[in-house]
């Protein structure tokens, strides 16, 4: 594998994490809330009493 095909993967899986965490903005705005799990992390976009978007991550045990 060259140097130039590990940066493009690299891209590709940022690229991905963006849009699933824009996805979840999306999610939790129209429906009041999402949390996702993947493995000892999670991620939970609530909105905040006085507007916004309350974002958490949180680290299970």
Do not use: C, D, W, Y
């Not at 899986?13 to 009041?32: C, D, E, H, K, T």
Request: glycine share 12%; proline share 2%.
């Amino acid at each position: 594998m060259t140097k130039g095909t590990l940066l493009h993967n690299n891209r590709l899986l940022g690229a991905l994490a963006l849009a699933a965490f824009a996805a979840a903005l999306a999610v939790s705005q129209m429906q009041g809330g999402v949390s996702m799990e993947l493995g000892e992390l999670m991620l939970r976009v609530q909105p905040h009493q006085e507007g916004g978007l309350l974002v958490s991550f949180i680290k299970a045990s």
